[in-house]
């Protein structure tokens, strides 16, 4: 139990996958936010597909205590920080997949991303996976990208 709560706590500090790890703390994340925008990339074009519009104003809960997204909600939610090293070497093949590989903030050194997990289900699969950039959180799907901004930081 205490392994678990040392793996899984609410403030966890990062996780190195590759080169060293300079994520930021995951208290400074916690927030209400807000998605801001949605892009899609579409025959060689960044755009925003008029039923991804919907979207545009969702809410989003990033809390220690509560977190949702959609129809993703957890009141016992736990987080995790992980890196991964940009892949920018010729013949290098990137696993991940994260939102650089479809042309997104390829300026990065490492990805910085946040699994979120329900304690109340299981601790051995996420429920979702976000990745932290320059205080935004962003949701990446093959060639779509939800872009979420803090309304409010919570204390």
Same mark, same amino acid.
């Given at each position: 139990?205490?392994?678990?709560?040392?793996?899984?706590?609410?403030g966890c500090a990062a996780a190195n996958e590759g080169e060293s790890c300079n994520a930021p703390d995951i208290k400074d994340y916690y927030a209400?936010?807000?998605?801001?925008?949605?892009?899609?990339?579409?025959? $060689?074009?960044?755009?925003?597909? /008029?039923?991804?519009? &919907?979207?545009?104003?969702? &809410?989003?809960?990033?809390?220690?205590?509560?977190?949702?997204l959609g129809d993703i909600i957890s009141t016992d939610p736990a987080y995790k920080v992980k890196c991964y090293k940009l892949y920018l070497e010729? $013949?290098?093949?990137?696993?991940?997949?994260?939102?650089?590989?479809? $042309?997104?903030?390829?300026?990065?050194?490492?990805?910085?991303?946040?699994?979120?997990?329900?304690?109340?289900?299981?601790?051995? #699969?996420?429920?979702? #996976?976000?990745?932290?950039?320059?205080?935004?959180?962003?949701?990446?799907?093959?060639?779509?990208?939800?872009?979420?901004? /803090?309304?409010?930081?919570? /204390?």
């Amino acid at each position: 139990i205490i392994l678990l709560a040392i793996l899984f706590c609410s403030g966890c500090a990062a996780a190195n996958e590759g080169e060293s790890c300079n994520a930021p703390d995951i208290k400074d994340y916690y927030a209400n936010y807000i998605i801001f925008d949605v892009v899609s990339y579409v025959e $060689g074009k960044y755009i925003t597909k /008029p039923e991804d519009k &919907k979207w545009i104003g969702e &809410k989003v809960i990033f809390q220690s205590r509560k977190f949702k997204l959609g129809d993703i909600i957890s009141t016992d939610p736990a987080y995790k920080v992980k890196c991964y090293k940009l892949y920018l070497e010729e $013949g290098e093949v990137d696993p991940y997949r994260f939102s650089n590989f479809y $042309g997104f903030a390829t300026d990065r050194k490492t990805i910085d991303v946040v699994e979120v997990y329900d304690k109340t289900k299981s601790l051995d #699969r996420y429920v979702m #996976r976000l990745e932290m950039v320059n205080g935004e959180l962003w949701e990446s799907y093959p060639f779509k990208l939800y872009k979420m901004k /803090p309304e409010t930081a919570i /204390p």
